[in-house]
């Protein structure tokens, strides 16, 4: 039997691992190991935790490494905090493969953890291209990395470039779009309110039934412009006479700033027509956003389930610079006047027909069955040109 680890550090890491996370707990040839840390055991973010064992997955081990204070310093330090306390719990439950998410932050420790104890590390979403330090993270780990599950035919011609194997890469698609396939299956049975099941705070309007959602997360290379950001689209929603459900950002460095601009909204009484969520299931909030007239803000979730739904969504920004998007997409600067020309075009246009750019929802399957064949992973590693 294999011992699977996978290390959660944030919100957006477990609603793409979870589809993956239900096959590889049913696989009798693997025991899953289930590390939660960082954000992800943190009551400000959400406690992502509560949601994985509500889900039915049994945590192995807890690691509290963030440095909270959402600065530069703090993500370092939590990264190399993060090095520390993982590195103890990999020589404890022993694991025979590391997986990790993505490019957040915090993932780093994990690559590094892995990489310096000799244990085989499976990447899943690399060769994506998006700007900012997400950037830098997600092919650091490329390159730490041994076997690759990646999104699509072009994230895979990127890692190959990037002097890996071609046959340590897997086309597996996106697994939160597994997320998104059922939510789309099961939309009319999934419907609920989201004031009712979950304890936002703010202004709600009479009529909630047309809305708008917001996620807007701090770019860690334009911090010093994370409110000026934030003004913008606070301006431009409070400006139409629509619910808001806006999400609280990930704890990235200029987090603090973010909610500072919020808060200064709301103590002018600016903010009548928004309410203010920390999080949900992955389940919950794509059923929530398929509900919605668009959402707007930075978050890769409008690049990619909402392409699969096919809901409208106004990015702004660079955040998202060069990740493959579909026609859903409406790319905006940070004005108030181009977000409320994006937000017009779409309520008076039909909605695009959903793409599976990024998959057609089998991903989780996939990577659960890729992952139960591999034998005999090599971790030394050599360029291949």
Request: charged share 20%; proline share 3%.
């Amino acid at each position: 039997m294999k011992n699977v680890c996978v290390v959660i550090t944030a919100r957006p890491s477990y609603s793409r691992i979870r589809s993956a996370l239900l096959y590889l707990k049913e696989d009798p040839n693997i025991n899953l190991q289930i590390v939660a840390g960082a954000s992800a055991v943190l009551d400000t973010y959400g406690k992502v935790v509560n949601q994985i064992m509500k889900d039915g997955f049994n945590i192995t081990a807890t690691v509290f490494n963030a440095v909270e204070g959402e600065k530069l310093v703090c993500s370092a330090k939590t990264t190399g905090l993060g090095i520390i306390e993982l590195s103890t719990v990999f020589n404890n439950i022993k694991p025979d493969y590391v997986i990790t998410i993505a490019d957040r932050f915090e993932t780093m420790a994990t690559a590094i953890a892995a990489s310096y104890m000799n244990i085989p590390l499976i990447h899943i979403q690399g060769g994506e291209v998006t700007g900012n330090i997400d950037e830098k993270v997600r092919h650091a780990i490329t390159k730490l990395a041994d076997v690759h599950l990646v999104s699509t035919s072009l994230a895979k011609e990127r890692v190959i470039k990037m002097g890996e194997k071609p046959e340590s890469i897997y086309i597996t698609g996106c697994p939160s779009i597994d997320i998104a396939k059922n939510a789309l299956i099961n939309y009319n049975t999934l419907k609920f309110d989201p004031v009712k099941k979950y304890n936002g705070v703010g202004n709600l309007l009479a009529d909630r039934n047309e809305y708008i959602v917001v996620m807007q997360h701090p770019v860690t290379t334009e911090i010093e412009d994370a409110r000026k950001q934030t003004q913008c689209i606070l301006e431009a929603v409070e400006s139409i006479d629509k619910q808001i459900y806006w999400f609280w950002p990930n704890v990235d460095a200029g987090a603090d700033e973010v909610s500072k601009e919020i808060r200064i909204h709301r103590e002018k009484d600016l903010t009548n027509n928004i309410y203010f969520f920390k999080n949900m299931s992955p389940i919950d909030f794509l059923v929530l956003l398929m509900g919605s007239q668009c959402i707007i803000g930075n978050s890769s979730v409008a690049i990619r389930e909402c392409s699969y739904l096919g809901v409208p969504a106004i990015n702004i920004g660079n955040r998202q610079i060069g990740r493959e998007r579909g026609q859903n997409v409406i790319d905006v600067s940070y004005t108030k006047n181009d977000i409320l020309k994006a937000y017009n075009y779409i309520i008076n246009h039909e909605r695009c027909i959903g793409e599976e750019l990024y998959g057609n929802g089998e991903a989780g399957k996939e990577i659960a069955k890729i992952i139960s064949q591999l034998e005999n992973i090599s971790i030394n590693k050599i360029l291949n040109y």
